[in-house]
């Protein structure tokens, strides 16, 4: 308001109402209407009526409470209480004690000052602060007495009205003491008694509204039923909702609904469950559905961001509104202090505006600080709804992308579009109302600067849009550097991905050295982006903090030039307005990058949101009683790739009726696999018709095991019925594995089942498969990864007996499974070349003979060990009759007793020594996730700070930014001495010098700020990389089980998303925490050098500002962890759907997922919002804290005397105020922010010292170049076990394998085949024996040495994306020629000579384009390149048929001669072919012998085994 204005308005009122001449003031108009003895009346008649009104009642109710009792003689209920005082209970009794001792001390130091002074005594003042201590000490005890005596959780009403009504009157009285203490030109200590009556009467006006104690009772009557025994069906008592759903008015404006949860984290770490869930209309699925809603109605070609927005426009509109409010109410200081100086300069003149603009001040800052707070936590709750909206919709889309789809957008990029894209998608959410916001709050800028300075003001203006041109370029190059480091993301963490997946085969092969200097690779080329990515930031960097500096210059030395005359009042509103102008200058390039980053994050989800999905009509449901069929294609053409002219599947006719059980065989990439996706409807339909009748349920070939319990993996989302369930367990044979776990069926399964052996996995999903009851059953190949003896029982048990009456289709490779299938289809290359029963199959000499063939030639070459006369026993003579039949049966039978019976026996043993053991495990393999509680340690920012160069840096930039402060400081100060206070008056230097030695001051201060920044950026690049290299080195060398145990999507959020803290954010929110309180402390310093009294304030409310942020931190620090920690779930789980989708989609069980996502999100966001929450909450109470020093700088300034302040320095003090606020708000923001952002560089160092393998090298223990020469294995009582507290898995085995000699190990699952061969390789090391190799003990050289010279071929054959020849030979150290060779040995040279790229044939991610069985020859090809004297084979030929088996074992035969050749396989023919055979149990060697010797021995379970075998596979003859 105008000068003018406001002393005509003050004129008015004085004459027209109250009768007072022009030259009566606010002062004398106090005085008349009440002298000093009115005054102390007043307040002593008010006390007193306030003090018989709560005596009197108090007495009347204790009276008629002793006549009651007195009469009554009825016992009540005995009740325990247990109180529980409030925060808020305690400091309201404490003020009102401090306010009872400050009125008794100033009772006492009153007369004793007046005596010291010899001057009359002033009876009406003593009076009143004698009378006003006795009061409030007996409002002290009323409130004491009424809180925990009579058990109110409010403050009485008639406490809460007094209280308001003593502000308002302690406000009024100091404000006429303060006009006295201008007059008298000195300051009494009854001021500062006032002025501190007033702090705590403001804190229980604010205790008023609030109303509540903060305290709470636990009562419990002695009758009632504890607590602890209420229903656990009982869900509202259960459900934890938000107090924000309930909150008060008052309460959402002050965030006080946030209180507690603060009191509970302030008590104890928090956990998840301590925080509440959001409202429903703020969970994930209300907000899905109304975004699905709105693209529905708007249709699939409308703007996603338009709809993400309409998803919540009614907060997005209000944010708007808020943001408006605040940028407005930001310029009221700028403005206004123009006419504050001239009232300071000026204070007999303009007294009163001076004091009406002090209160203009605060209402504009209260204002401004409620419309920014809340708009902020309603910024990010929208920020919210928009990444739960994206990351449903993508997971939705994950779940329904087809084959071709897929194919194009691998799992790491589909991730991506999740944590990525959605991120940046999020992170416009910020920036929407800048659109208009950033020019609106330029304009207000300019509009004051011409009204201040006039045509020089548009000097300014051309500076302003100068600096945004120069701005631009480099907020471009940022963009473009941005965008480039996100590529090189995405390829890293792609990278990652397939590495941690496959990082026991990594050790195995000794390649993960090789694979980590490929990731470092890809982190150089991100580095070099991030480099200049720095370099462009510190350009922008400077540009932001020098902005002001250069308007101003150019401002005032146009000014000098055209002659506008400048004021200390025109210099500090240019100068506040500048302060603000800087952040909209900077912000519009930065919002035109994140308008383009957003977009082009838009365009990516947008189109994959576009993709192709799985064709709903692929397959058509028909109703049981509509047909007798199963399962009808008719005419079926079908093609995963739809874009080229080779067909997958062509001319398929299949009828396969209700109950029949289906087999279908064939050669590797033949098709077999594919044919099952027709029927689930999961390859495109060229044409024909697919039906199916009935529900489905799918066992697919690669297992699909879930992170979770056993259990439910088998449950799969059904309701546990146990009859039911132990008879799923007991068909998949099953139990007896539940009884090695150390919790059963509630063990925890570690990532993709990494915990599980193959055969374990693959009887999970077919448990999972029978536990659904379904009408119709796939299964892919079920039989490869078990032993013979399970794969009989499984076949006997689900196929013939569960299954028998269901519609079953199994691929298999196993011939002797073909018997029992009522229609057997043969597939060559994408067509049934054969379909009928066994026998006519067999009798028309087509490729069906061949796989039988190569079945009878495997078995013969165990017939040729046998004895004759037990041979001639089992097979039945040509033209016998049917009697002979029946007795070939009963041989049968007998013999399957006999070997069940040997199972049986080792399994007894087995389970008696594990339920021995199974008390000592005591923990699941995967834990939840570990996180530090507690305030991040100063050893964790040390070791931050500390990691470039030492530190060494860190010195000069905190100088640099003290130089900053000084020169910014100095120049404002220059600026204000050397300017005239009016126009009228003489300045002190002449204009020239004036602008010189500001322009002087200006580039000395630009200086600083950019050899700040540059060092910044160099300490922040330097620390990004060491981080890196430690943490991924650690993690390389870390042993394998700590990989079974923890997840990888725990480890992929630290080197994605921590790692990116580090990378970009955490350099300079350092960085922003050092010169924010470089910069508090100059604020203060200026505005303590005018007015020392301003530490009488500043020192409690400093104090209180730090007990805030202490308060909240705890809980702010944990919240922050557990956003950490519920990040990972969301990322792991959406990756294992997308790896499961078929599997998923086949159980019908996509809402269910989608479920889950949605309930894993809403973890997230309730952490998040409580967290925002907390933050608000801190920031309103800082800055009102901040707002009252501000404003008392005010009033004490216009109240001291002229002589004693300067008006320049004055001003100067409260243009540095206007920013006091801010600069104070944004420290504790930076520092909570700071604070929670290190938990990314905790959770990097708790993986940079995670336990380590042995030496890769050990260069005085190195074996020699030729070593292993022979090949002997020789193990000496060989103990191991998997923790210190688990038992022993082997137990001291003793044994030989001869060099050049071919070694078969059998056993049943849980013997300890595994570990034998991880000890070999020292997966695991032995805690006793050792293991010797030509003469070397392996625990004496370096793991590289020893892994490097043995090769393995996995059970579960690994692909990495790229291409056959980096497949093959992914170190590179093969010529072409070479690999062809090893292709052409291991059955694959046709294979990928047919294609049109050769060994550059496209593998993708996991080798999904290629079968199981062309995956297993592959790493067939790897051994066959590397040539090392001993080999293992680990169930290497289980996914490939019969006649490639031979074809495999034959090549292994002529390659690997003279190479020792470990092979554990299920097929018997595979360890038959060995020179010897190893049988294990419980950790022992049952037998070691050759094959020939050991069958001679009937009773030896080998002799068992095979005879089961070949009982089995005779039934294929005797069908």
Not at 604 to 620: G, M, P, S, T
Not at 1014 to 1038: P, Y
Not at 1188 to 1199: E, K, Q, S
Not at 1241 to 1255: A, C, F, K, L, T
Request: charged share 20%; proline share 3%; hydrophobic share 40%.
């Amino acid at each position: 308001m105008p000068i003018a204005a406001k002393n005509l308005m003050e004129s008015i009122w004085a004459k027209q109402l109250l009768g007072l001449g022009e030259d009566k003031h606010w002062g004398e108009l106090a005085d008349n209407i009440f002298g000093v003895y009115m005054r102390h009346v007043l307040a002593i008649g008010l006390q007193m009526v306030f003090v018989v009104s709560l005596i009197l009642p108090f007495f009347l109710k204790r009276c008629r409470f002793c006549t009651q009792r007195a009469k009554s003689s009825v016992l009540k209920p005995t009740y325990s209480e247990k109180l529980q005082y409030g925060i808020t209970h305690k400091l309201a009794i404490l003020s009102c004690v401090s306010l009872s001792v400050l009125y008794c001390i100033l009772g006492i130091w009153s007369p004793l000052y007046w005596w010291l002074r010899a001057r009359p005594k002033d009876i009406g003042a003593e009076g009143e602060y004698v009378f006003q201590a006795m009061a409030w000490a007996i409002i002290s005890a009323y409130a004491y007495y009424s809180l925990t005596k009579e058990s109110n959780e409010k403050f009485p009403l008639l406490l809460r009205l007094w209280w308001i009504l003593l502000l308002i009157l302690y406000a009024f009285f100091l404000f006429l003491n303060i006009h006295e203490m201008r007059e008298q030109n000195h300051i009494t200590f009854s001021i500062v008694v006032e002025i501190l009556a007033l702090l705590l009467s403001a804190f229980l006006s604010y205790a008023s509204f609030c109303g509540r104690t903060g305290e709470s009772f636990l009562t419990q009557s002695i009758e009632e039923p504890l607590l602890n025994d209420i229903p656990e069906n009982n869900e509202n008592l259960k459900t934890k909702v938000t107090p924000y759903a309930t909150a008060s008015f008052l309460s959402r404006m002050s965030f006080a609904w946030m209180k507690p949860l603060l009191d509970v984290g302030h008590k104890k770490p928090l956990d998840i469950d301590d925080v509440p869930e959001v409202v429903d209309v703020h969970k994930a699925d209300h907000v899905y559905h109304k975004f699905r809603n709105q693209l529905n109605a708007k249709g699939s070609g409308s703007s996603i961001a338009k709809m993400l927005f309409l998803v919540d426009l009614k907060d997005v509109l209000f944010t708007g509104l808020l943001l408006l409010i605040t940028s407005c109410t930001s310029y009221v200081g700028p403005y206004f202090i123009d006419n504050f100086v001239q009232c300071l300069a000026k204070k007999e003149q303009f007294a009163s505006e001076g004091i009406i603009l002090a209160c203009v001040f605060l209402l504009a800052k209260l204002v401004n600080s409620l419309s920014q707070r809340h708009c902020t936590f309603i910024t990010v709750h929208i920020c919210i709804c928009v990444r739960a909206a994206l990351t449903a919709a993508l997971y939705k889309k994950g779940l329904m992308l087809s084959g071709q789809s897929r194919q194009d957008h691998t799992s790491g990029e589909i991730i991506n579009y999740m944590s990525v894209d959605a991120q940046h998608i999020e992170e416009f959410s910020w920036y929407v109302h800048d659109i208009w916001a950033v020019p609106l709050q330029i304009l207000l800028a300019l509009v004051i600067l011409y009204q201040n300075l006039g045509l020089a003001s548009l000097a300014g203006v051309a500076a302003t849009v100068l600096i945004m041109m120069a701005n631009y370029p480099l907020v471009k190059m940022e963009q473009k550097y941005d965008k480039n480091i996100m590529e090189e993301k995405d390829k890293r963490m792609k990278a990652t991905s397939e590495t941690l997946k496959n990082m026991r085969i990594l050790k195995l092969q000794a390649w993960e050295s090789r694979f980590l200097m490929k990731l470092e690779t890809l982190r150089a080329e991100e580095c070099s982006w991030l480099k200049k990515y720095f370099y462009a930031l510190s350009g922008t960097t400077f540009i932001f903090w020098a902005a002001p500096t250069f308007v101003s210059v150019v401002t005032f030395g146009t000014c000098i030039i055209l002659g506008v005359p400048l004021t200390t009042g025109k210099i500090f509103s240019a100068l506040a307005t500048f302060q603000i102008l800087q952040e909209p200058i900077n912000g519009l390039p930065n919002l035109i990058s994140v308008i383009a980053q957003s977009k082009v994050s838009l365009d990516r989800v947008d189109n994959f949101l576009k993709q192709e999905e799985l064709q709903q009509d692929a397959v058509e449901k028909v109703s049981k009683d509509s047909t007798d069929y199963a399962i009808e294609i008719q005419e079926g053409i079908f093609s995963w790739d739809p874009t080229v002219p080779t067909l997958t599947i062509r001319g398929l006719d299949v009828h396969i009726k209700r109950g029949m059980k289906v087999a279908v065989c064939g050669t590797v990439g033949s098709g077999k696999s594919s044919f099952l996706s027709c029927i689930l409807g999961e390859i495109p339909k060229m044409s024909g018709v697919v039906k199916i009748s009935g529900t489905k349920a799918y066992v697919s070939q690669t297992p699909w095991i879930q992170s979770g319990k056993i259990r439910d993996n088998i449950l799969f989302g059904k309701e546990w019925e146990k009859t039911r369930y132990e008879s799923v367990l007991q068909a998949c044979a099953f139990k007896k594995d539940l009884e090695l776990f150390p919790y059963g069926d509630q063990t925890e399964i570690g990532e993709r089942g990494i915990n599980l052996s193959g055969g374990q996995k693959q009887r999970i999903q077919i448990a999972r498969a029978l536990y659904q009851d379904a009408d119709i059953y796939l299964f892919d190949d079920p039989f490869s990864a078990v032993d013979a003896h399970t794969g009989t029982h499984i076949f006997q048990e689900c196929l013939l007996g569960i299954l028998g009456s269901k519609t079953v289709v199994y691929v298999t490779h196993q011939v002797e499974f073909l018997f029992a299938a009522d229609l057997i289809l043969v597939m060559r290359d994408g067509e049934i070349t054969q379909a009928g029963k066994y026998e006519d199959i067999l009798q028309s000499n087509t490729h069906f003979d061949e796989l039988v063939g190569a079945h009878k030639k495997a078995l013969k070459s165990i017939d040729d060990m046998e004895n004759s006369e037990i041979l001639s026993s089992q097979v039945p003579v040509e033209g016998s009759s049917m009697d002979n039949e029946t007795s070939v049966e009963d041989v049968n039978h007998e013999q399957l007793q006999e070997a069940e019976k040997a199972h049986e026996e080792i399994e007894s043993k087995d389970q008696r020594e594990n339920e021995k053991d199974k008390e000592d495990r005591s923990s699941q393999l995967v834990q939840e996730e570990e996180r530090e509680k507690g305030r991040v340690t100063m050893w964790v920012y040390w070791s931050y700070i500390t990691a470039a160069y030492k530190g060494a840096l860190i010195p000069i930039i905190l100088l640099a930014d003290i130089a900053y402060q000084l020169l910014q400081i100095g120049s404002n100060y220059w600026m204000a001495w050397a300017t005239p206070l009016t126009e009228e008056q003489r300045p002190p230097v002449t204009k020239s010098f004036l602008i010189l030695v500001y322009i002087t001051l200006a580039l000395c201060s630009s200086l600083c700020i950019l050899m700040r920044t540059i060092l910044l950026c160099l300490t922040g690049f330097e620390s990004a990389k060491q981080f890196f290299s430690k943490m991924h080195s650690c993690i390389f060398r870390a042993t394998m089980s700590f990989f079974d145990a923890t997840p990888s999507g725990r480890i992929l959020n630290r080197a994605s998303n921590d790692q990116s803290q580090v990378d970009q954010a955490i350099p300079f929110q350092l960085g922003s925490v050092a010169f924010t309180f470089i910069e508090l402390f100059g604020t203060i310093a200026v505005m303590s050098q005018v007015a020392w009294q301003v530490f009488i304030m500043f020192i409690p409310l400093l104090a209180i500002c730090i007990w805030y942020q202490q308060y909240y931190i705890v809980t702010s620090r944990e919240l922050s962890r557990l956003i950490g920690v519920c990040k990972a779930p969301i990322i792991q789980h959406f990756a294992e759907s997308i790896s499961g989708a078929a599997t998923i989609r086949s159980f019908d069980q996509e809402t269910p997922f989608m479920n889950t996502n949605l309930h894993l999100f809403d973890g997230y966001s309730k952490t998040r919002f409580h967290k925002t929450g907390g933050t608000q909450w801190l920031c309103f109470r800082l800055d009102l804290l901040s707002n009252l020093i501000f404003v008392f700088t005010m009033v004490l300034l216009l109240c001291l005397p002229e002589s004693v302040i300067n008006p320049t320095t004055a001003g100067l003090a409260i243009t540095y105020g206007l920013t006091l606020n801010v600069t104070q708000t944004l420290l504790i923001w930076h520092l909570n922010n700071l604070e929670n952002n290190m938990v990314s560089v905790e959770r990097i160092v708790q993986y940079s010292r995670i336990p380590s393998e042995p030496p890769l090298i050990i260069d005085s223990c190195g074996p020699n170049s030729c070593w292993p020469s022979r090949g002997t294995i020789d193990i000496f009582d060989l103990q191991v076990r998997y923790g210190p507290h688990l038992p022993l898995v082997l137990k001291g085995i003793s044994c030989t394998f001869p060099g050049g000699k071919k070694v078969g190990i059998v056993g049943r699952t849980g013997c300890g085949k595994s570990t034998l061969i991880q000890s070999l390789f020292r997966i695991v090391d032995p805690v006793g024996g050792r293991i010797v190799i030509d003469g070397v003990d392996i625990l004496t050289i370096g793991l590289h040495d020893l892994r490097s010279r043995l090769s393995i071929i996995p059970q579960d054959p690994t692909m990495f994306e790229g291409t056959i020849r980096n497949n093959i030979d992914p170190l590179g150290d093969y010529s072409d020629d070479q690999i062809w060779k090893a292709l052409e040995k291991c059955q694959l040279g046709e294979i990928v000579q047919s294609k049109e790229e050769k060994l550059d044939s496209l593998v993708i991610e996991n080798g999904e384009n290629w079968s199981m069985g062309q995956r297993q020859l592959v790493c067939l090809g790897r051994v066959l390149l590397k040539q090392s004297r001993i080999l293992v084979l680990d169930e290497a030929t289980a996914s490939v048929d019969t006649a490639t088996d031979g074809l495999i074992q034959q090549t292994i035969r002529n390659q690997f001669t003279d190479c020792t050749v470990i092979t554990i396989a299920h097929r018997i023919p595979s360890v038959c072919d060995s020179d010897l055979v190893l049988v294990l149990s419980d950790g022992n060697i049952v037998e070691y012998d050759s094959p020939t010797k050991l069958l001679e021995n009937k009773s030896s379970s080998f002799a068992k085994l095979v005879s089961e075998y070949t009982v089995r596979s005779t039934n294929v003859d005797g069908k």
